[in-house]
């Protein structure tokens, strides 16, 4: 019920158009490598809303939705890194640069996402390559990128710091945006 309610305010939040393409199944996942152990997560539940007129986006997920292999690093991740009760989601508002003309016509597009990223309280300025494809009039799309978790004032105690590296790649996946009907 609270994700229905998310995807609606999120839908919302992107003004309305001809052609609004949504997806609650957007795939988020992160991968650092340290010295003691990688840590991974992934998260299917993203939500985001692209207007293709305009080429906003917008792109939403729930913290405590990453889930780990280890039990005792998803709880490490949400009550001491990401403090997940206090900064309960990640939230990216912004533009898709060189977004494809024709949202119908078949293709691979590399395009450069540019925006405000909200992680921990803190919002910083973004930017990263990603690529759109269509094919048969089904959308999806996929970017990487780096965050420092320093960057959103994300704490790594000293006793740790041999252990967890700042910086996480982030991996963006969506298999198949619903084309949206204005109303």
Request: proline fraction near 3%; aromatic fraction near 10%; glycine fraction near 4%.
């Amino acid at each position: 019920m609270k994700l229905m309610f998310m995807f609606l305010l999120l839908m919302g939040a992107v003004q309305l158009c001809a052609q609004r393409y949504a997806t609650s199944t957007a795939k988020l996942s992160f991968f650092s490598a340290s010295t003691l152990e990688n840590i991974e997560a992934v998260n299917s539940q993203g939500i985001c809303v692209i207007d293709a007129q305009t080429s906003a986006l917008e792109f939403q997920a729930m913290l405590k939705g990453f889930e780990f292999k280890k039990a005792l690093m998803q709880q490490h991740f949400n009550e001491d890194y990401v403090e997940s009760d206090v900064y309960p989601k990640v939230n990216f508002k912004g533009k898709i640069k060189n977004a494809p003309k024709l949202w119908t016509k078949d293709g691979e597009y590399d395009v450069t996402v540019e925006g405000q990223l909200t992680l921990h309280g803190v919002t910083k300025s973004m930017v990263a390559p990603g690529k759109i494809s269509i094919k048969n009039g089904v959308v999806s799309a996929s970017a990487k990128f780096d965050v420092a978790a320093s960057d959103f004032n994300i704490k790594i105690p000293a006793s740790k710091k041999n252990n967890i590296n700042n910086t996480v790649q982030v991996n963006v996946n969506i298999s198949s945006f619903k084309l949206l009907k204005a109303p």
